[in-house]
Structures are given as structure tokens and as C-alpha cells.
């Protein structure tokens, strides 16, 4: 994967629409998806007569993250802040969000080396997708019980709208997008307070079980749970 950071701060609070999520770029064909009913994901949408079951490689990008600008909210707004906490904004810094970077990419591509027939490659090419997840109108905390050394609270994932993009690696047109609002609530028994981004694993883990089992619904294999 190529490890390029993208990290943007979106200046308002806007609606989004069922395509038009708040992903920092626009993929080409993206008025051209239909929604797709009974799916895993609250958003599939889809080219119509895609065969999914001709393409054999698959190309994970590194997952951006697309951040509010506190500043552009204020406390009446319904629009989401970064942090729940009254009169505090957490904005992660560039190390902080190479590590989550890297948390999400393993776990997405542990699961589908496990979970989809496709062999995961570093280039686009002829018969390969492209999948590009983006975490948008994210909302992030602070961990009082994990501090650095100079008593910086260490932040942590609450919640997130996760968009996976698959695209066309020849023609780079998107063939299939996935998309919801997830919470990050773990059970007490997996929960975590040490380490940057505490509990993010388990968050990535089940958006990437859903989009593997998404993926295989729609290529005809194994249904959907």
C-alpha cells in the first residue's frame, strides 16, 4: 500500500446525500451507481450489470480520514464536533494519524486475505480493483486514562462514517461504493486504554468483516450475513 497521508479539515457542517458523502474528491461514474436493497452497509450502491467475478487482484489504498474543523461548528450546531467534550477539540497529530493509518490498513487486508478470493497487489492493472476507504465526519475523544508523557490525552475513535469506494483499475471508474455510520463501541471484555487510537482495531475489524461479506454478496459467493 502506499503510505500517503490524507488528512483533510472539512469548514462546515453540511447534509450529505446518499452518494455525496464528505470524501474529499469526487470518483468518476459515481451518478452512474443504483442503491441496492437488503445489504449489509445502510449505503451499496452499485454499476448496474457489474461482474464483479472477473476481477482476481485487489489494490487497497491507504484509508483518509476527513475531519471537521472545530472552529467552523459552533456548540448549537447540528452539525458533528470532533470532540464530545464542552470547550475541547481533538485534532490527532501527523504521527497519530499515520498510526491509524496503518491499524486499518492491516485489518482490512488480514480480512481479505481470509475472507475474499482475490490476491492483494500494490499496483492497478487490467482484471484489478481498486478499493478506496475513506473515514469521513469523523468524531474523536480524548483518552484521560492514556496520556503521553507531557500529559497530551491521547485521542480516540468514537465514531465515523466508513466509505469504501471499488474502482475499475484500468478505467479508474468506480464500480461500487459501501458506506455508514458506525459507532465505536466495543464490549467491556475487548476494551482497551492503552496505546494510540485504544479500541480502534476492533472498529476497523467489524467495518472489514461487512465489507467482505458486501463484496461477496454482490460477486454471488457467499451470502451476506
Known amino acids: 500500500m502506499k503510505n500517503m497521508i490524507v488528512f483533510l479539515m472539512m469548514l462546515a457542517a453540511s ?19 443504483k442503491k441496492m436493497k437488503k445489504s449489509v452497509f445502510n449505503t451499496v450502491l452499485v454499476r448496474p450489470e457489474v461482474d464483479f ?19 467552523s461548528v459552533n456548540q448549537f450546531s447540528t452539525g458533528r464536533l470532533i470532540s ?13 494519524v499515520v498510526e ?7 485489518v482490512i487486508a488480514e480480512n481479505i486475505a481470509e475472507e475474499l478470493d482475490l490476491e492483494i497487489v500494490d499496483t492497478a492493472g487490467p482484471g484489478t480493483l481498486i478499493l478506496k ?5 469523523v468524531e474523536i475523544d480524548s483518552s484521560s486514562k492514556n496520556t503521553t508523557e507531557d500529559g497530551r ?21 468506480i464500480l461500487a461504493r459501501f458506506a455508514e455510520n458506525r459507532r465505536n463501541r466495543p464490549p467491556k471484555a475487548k476494551r482497551k ?33
Not at 84 to 96: A, D, Q
Not at 133 to 137: K, L, M
Open 15 to 33: 447534509s450529505v446525500s446518499a452518494k455525496n458523502y464528505d470524501t474529499g474528491y469526487e470518483p468518476d461514474g459515481l451518478d452512474e451507481l
Open 53 to 71: 467475478s472477473r476481477y482476481e487482484r485487489i489494490q487497497p489504498q491507504t484509508v483518509a480520514l476527513v475531519i471537521r474543523d472545530p472552529s
Open 84 to 96: 464530545k467534550r464542552e470547550n475541547e477539540n481533538v485534532i490527532p497529530e501527523y504521527h497519530e
Open 100 to 106: 491509524f493509518q496503518k491499524i486499518f490498513g492491516n
Open 133 to 137: 476507504p475513506v473515514v469521513t465526519d
Open 153 to 173: 490525552e491521547l485521542p480516540q475513535l468514537d465514531e465515523g462514517v466508513i466509505v469504501f469506494d471499488l474502482m475499475d483499475g484500468e478505467t479508474g471508474e
Open 193 to 225: 486504554s492503552d496505546g494510540v487510537w485504544p479500541n480502534l482495531a476492533y472498529w476497523a475489524e467489524m467495518v472489514a468483516a461487512d465489507l467482505c461479506a458486501e463484496f461477496n454478496r454482490l460477486k454471488g459467493g457467499r451470502p451476506a450475513a
